[in-house]
């Protein structure tokens, strides 16, 4: 470790000391070069130094950041060890095959789970580290290695392209570094040309765009100066290009957009008169191609748009010429969707409106013609989405249906070849207005029938391999290198715990984040000063699904569903299949119902158009009116505060369904699509997941959960899944219960359930005792599970929703989600915990808003019950309180019981809760208190162990005598819905 490393490692330090709260993560990344096991050294001795030095707070921070960051880069060992072994074989292969892509790509292919930050990181730290014990002569063998590696991660189609680009942009600067000598010019200017391009192409993917234009503006003059000597002008010209490229970026990024365009065309006219030499003929329709781009731009601006769009046109004509001549299909296709954009511009400009427009379609046409979704998704998607948006703009229902199906297919592959979730989130939510286009055309067009099906096809796609993994991991045996990852968010999780019984909020120490508590009435508390550690708990969890092979072969394209395998799913002639759909003009409602005996189709559809003035407006009214009150409730400081703003949101709700209702026009719904029918089947979207529809008002002052029996599915694809998985009566049941011991009625709940199912005290998890792996254990031995403790739902980070354990345990959403957690003979669950069914697929912009272009996977620990082998879940929309959540609780099981299926059973709990007045509350707990006291004196006079739980239960009964006493006998003390509304089914019926 020399010096000048040692330097740069303490004014990283002194910078990470100094800087804002918050700006820490943003800082590690501007100094990724020097993130390696040398940073973590010096930073240790350094909060050693600080405590010494009385510097305590500061110290113990720095200690802190410096243990985080070591999880970070020192990943499980049997992993690191893969991650070591696969560099050496891919060092190695480099170096034989003198960088033959052909050599190197199916090497990469075949470890596409590999391709992360570990490798990332495990790369920067070995060349950093060689590169100071290396000689010069050594350090340019090196140099050359790493090229090769380099260019090829650069032109690698597949992965994460970001982390491609990362590997390039290191190997570049590394490479430049290294040839900054006399007699290297030319080899400098070539690896600053491909520096350039990689600094533009991760501008162009939205990372750091600004700064990164910057450096490839900077990097790619520096190389035209070098190139501009005799006997380099074709590398001249590539470099010219390619400057091109960074300030028409920058100009479409809105920098200086005249500017940047002029000095884009004139690098690319210079470029272009280089390039009219024999031979340089598919060069120059490289430069042409994007000079036309650079022109239709101008245009588009306002600058001489008819000139500018004819210099356009000749200049992409000739392109399109010379790759037609030299049959150059995929860069011909490209010239051809550039060529569609400019007459499209034209025909918007009022130019022979028509005839450009047809002209705009045959280009797009033609181009699709020499593409592949499977083969070329990206040019693919690009085309075909310019296409389905002249269809849809002019109303041209057909066109928009040709254009927005091939791209819908194009995006589908694109997320078949992720390889990360948050990757494949990224790349449908992107183009979720392929999506929803679609939809809207096919409805306008009155194919219903592809609508619907279309609409199933875009939801919960990342659940949908979930449930499908599960089961068939369903058999326990996982593979070892899975269970190694799990180890280490096992490892994650055993700091996060420490941290929360050990808070560094203590006295004399300044913790640098605040806290920010999100949490409820039977819910635990989150922190940001534990945000760093599930940071690292969430790197293994995408780890572990990048390895899964089984999730790899499930992730190829689904094709798109049938009408008749949507029929199937509906059980009798009496059930309804309603699927939601919000796009930024309409909410449409599908109805889906068998078809009728003339042989018609049985998709209908009901739809609300938005305000003209407002965009995707039911949506943004229940962010608005719904959502963020409901947050707010936990984000108040004090708890008198939050059990107000509780109050003011429950208060509310009856007012805001009757809004919904209205909204949705759901009685006109009823009246001319569901006459005939007992049953539904709902299918949300986005924010409707949240919403109650069983306390929905209609028109005969009934509510919707009294006229019809309502299930509730993510998707019709997880509704399929669920079915074909056995549904025997369940027969043995266990209990979860009271985990933290601070639940006064749970206790009284879970005696009462076990008296009825007849549950041995083994199958019973009682208080503190309970752990993960007892939690899954009783899982997998079970039927049916009532799980009664605190959750809480983290809207901030869904997949961190947990059930609370003892000594700050969990068990998360991500570990239901998780292969290791199976259960495949478990039927159903009954969570009676808080927000178990509340659903955040949610991301947030900049300043921390819900963002409105979300995925409608519906995130819950709910979902994640279903996903790990359940048939069906009960769960709850807010948070719960104790007592009420008891008497639904033991109503509810004993219909179960007595046969009732689970959604009778629901409506007889509810109608227990709303009807039941006072005397009849008191008549029943008076002989359960009866006979619970004689429970207890004949235990006391065994000197069972458990005679002292007796004596709570029965006192705990004598204490809700004395509580209900305080209403008159005909009083209905759980009459308000808050105290039975909560609770819906989801899965099977």
Not at 202 to 228: F, S
Not at 573 to 588: D, I, R, V
Not at 859 to 877: C, D, K, N, W
Request: glycine share 6%; aromatic share 8%; proline share 5%.
């Amino acid at each position: 470790m020399n010096e000048a490393r040692i330097e740069a490692y303490l004014a990283l330090i002194q910078a990470l000391l100094q800087c804002e709260n918050g700006l820490e993560p943003a800082l590690l990344e501007a100094n990724a070069e020097l993130l390696d096991a040398g940073l973590v050294a010096v930073m240790k001795q350094y909060a050693d130094l600080l405590e010494q030095q009385g510097q305590s707070n500061e110290g113990r921070w720095l200690l802190n950041m410096a243990q985080q960051l070591e999880q970070i880069l020192d990943p499980p060992r049997d992993n690191q060890n893969l991650y070591i072994s696969f560099l050496q074989t891919l060092l190695e292969t480099v170096v034989e095959s003198h960088g033959n892509p052909q050599a190197i790509y199916p090497l990469l292919d075949n470890n596409l789970h590999l391709l992360d930050e570990n490798l990332l990181n495990l790369l920067r730290a070995w060349g950093n580290q060689t590169k100071e014990q290396a000689s010069r002569e050594e350090t340019h063998r090196l140099a050359a290695i790493l090229y090769c590696l380099t260019y090829a991660f650069h032109e690698f189609p597949k992965g994460n392209p970001l982390i491609n680009l990362a590997i390039a942009v290191y190997g570049y600067e590394f490479c430049a570094a290294t040839k900054r000598q006399p007699g290297l010019e030319r080899d400098l200017a070539t690896t600053l040309n491909n520096l350039g391009v990689a600094y533009v192409t991760q501008a162009e993917l939205g990372k750091e765009p600004v700064a990164n234009l910057e450096r490839a503006i900077a990097a790619l003059t520096e190389a035209t100066t070098i190139r501009r000597q005799p006997g380099l002008e074709r590398d001249l010209a590539q470099t010219l290009n390619n400057l091109g490229n960074a300030y028409r970026t920058q100009a479409q990024l809105g920098k200086e957009p005249v500017a940047n365009l002029e000095r884009a065309i004139a690098a690319y006219t210079e470029a272009t008169t280089i390039r009219r030499q024999p031979g340089l003929e598919r060069d120059l329709a490289e430069t042409l191609n994007n000079l036309g781009i650079a022109y239709v731009t101008q245009a588009e601006l306002g600058k001489e748009p008819v000139a500018n769009l004819e210099r356009a046109m000749a200049a992409l004509k000739e392109a399109a010429t010379i790759r037609r001549e030299m049959g150059l299909e995929r860069d011909l296709a490209l010239t051809l969707n550039n060529l569609g954009i400019a007459y499209r511009t034209q025909a918007r400009l009022g130019k022979e409106p028509v005839a450009n427009l047809e002209r705009a379609i045959a280009n797009y046409r033609e181009a699709l013609s020499f593409l592949n979704p499977a083969l070329l998704p990206a040019d693919t998607l690009r085309t075909g989405r310019n296409l389905g948006n002249l269809g849809f703009q002019q109303g041209w229902w057909d066109i928009a249906l040709e254009g927005y199906t091939v791209a819908v297919e194009a995006v589908e592959q694109s997320r078949a070849w992720a390889t990360s979730e948050a990757l494949r989130q990224e790349i449908v939510r992107k183009s979720i207005g392929v999506y929803e286009n679609l939809i809207q055309a096919a409805v306008n067009q009155g194919d219903l029938s592809l609508a619907l099906r279309t609409v199933e096809r875009s939801r919960s796609k990342r659940l949908a391999d979930l449930i499908a993994v599960g089961d068939l991991y369903a058999d326990g045996r996982v593979p070892p290198e899975i269970q190694a990852w799990y180890q280490q968010v096992k490892d994650s999780r055993q700091i996060q715990s420490q941290l929360r019984q050990k808070p560094l909020d203590q006295p004399g120490f300044t913790q640098k984040p605040q806290p920010y508590p999100i949490g409820n009435t039977r819910a635990s508390f989150a922190t940001e000063q534990l945000y760093a550690a599930e940071a690292a708990e969430r790197q293994a969890w995408d780890a572990l699904y990048r390895f899964d092979a089984i999730t790899a072969q499930l992730q190829q394209p689904q094709p798109q569903p049938r009408l008749d395998q949507l029929t199937a799913l509906l059980p009798s002639p009496q059930t309804a299949l309603l699927s939601f759909y919000t796009t930024a003009t309409h909410t449409h409602i599908f109805v889906l119902r068998r078809p009728s005996r003339d042989g018609g189709e049985g998709v209908n559809c009901h739809t609300i158009p938005n305000p003209p003035e407002s965009a995707n407006d039911l949506q943004n009214w229940l962010v608005v009116n719904w959502v963020n009150p409901y947050i707010a409730i936990n984000q108040a400081e004090t708890a008198q505060s939050r059990q107000q703003r509780r109050d003011e949101w429950h208060q509310a709700m009856a007012t805001r369904l009757q809004e919904l209702a209205t909204r949705l026009q759901f009685d006109t719904l009823i009246q001319q699509h569901l006459q005939g029918i007992t049953e539904l089947i709902l299918i949300p979207h986005l924010f409707l997941h949240q919403i109650p529809f069983d306390l929905l008002p209609t028109a005969q002052g009934q509510l919707l959960g009294d006229r019809f029996r309502l299930q509730f599915v993510p998707s019709t694809k997880i509704l399929g899944l669920c079915q074909e998985r056995s549904q025997p009566t369940p027969d043995t049941l266990g209990i979860v219960e009271n985990t933290t011991e601070d639940l006064p009625y749970t206790p009284l709940e879970c005696e009462w359930v076990a008296q009825t199912w007849n549950v041995p005290r083994q199958r019973r998890l009682q208080g503190r005792t309970v752990t993960p792996d007892s939690y899954l254990q009783l899982l997998k031995q079970v039927q049916a599970l009532l799980s009664s403790h605190h959750a809480t739902s983290r809207p901030d980070d869904p997949l961190n929703s947990h059930l609370v354990l003892a000594e700050e345990q969990k068990v998360t959403l991500r570990d239901l989600l998780s292969p290791l957690w199976r259960f495949p003979e478990l039927l159903e669950v009954f969570l009676s915990c808080c927000e178990t069914g509340l659903s955040f697929a949610t991301s947030r912009d900049e300043e921390g808003n819900l963002r409105r272009e979300l995925l409608d996977e519906p995130l819950s620990l709910g979902t994640g019950f279903l996903l790990g082998g359940a048939r069906a879940v009960i769960s709850s929309h807010w948070a719960v309180t104790d007592l009420a959540t008891a008497l639904f609780s033991r109503e509810y099981h004993r219909a179960r019981r007595a046969g009732e299926e689970r959604l009778t059973a629901l409506h007889q709990a509810r109608q227990a809760l709303r009807e039941t007045c006072q005397k009849d509350w008191r008549d029943r707990l008076t002989a359960d208190y009866q006979q619970a006291y004689q429970t207890w004196r004949q235990m006391r006079q065994t000197k069972d162990p458990n005679a002292d739980t007796a004596q709570a239960n029965y006192q705990k009964i004598g204490e809700l005598i004395k509580w209900l006493d305080e209403f008159a006998p005909d009083a209905v003390p759980f009459q308000d819905y808050r105290y039975w509304g909560a609770f819906y089914c989801l899965g099977l019926p």
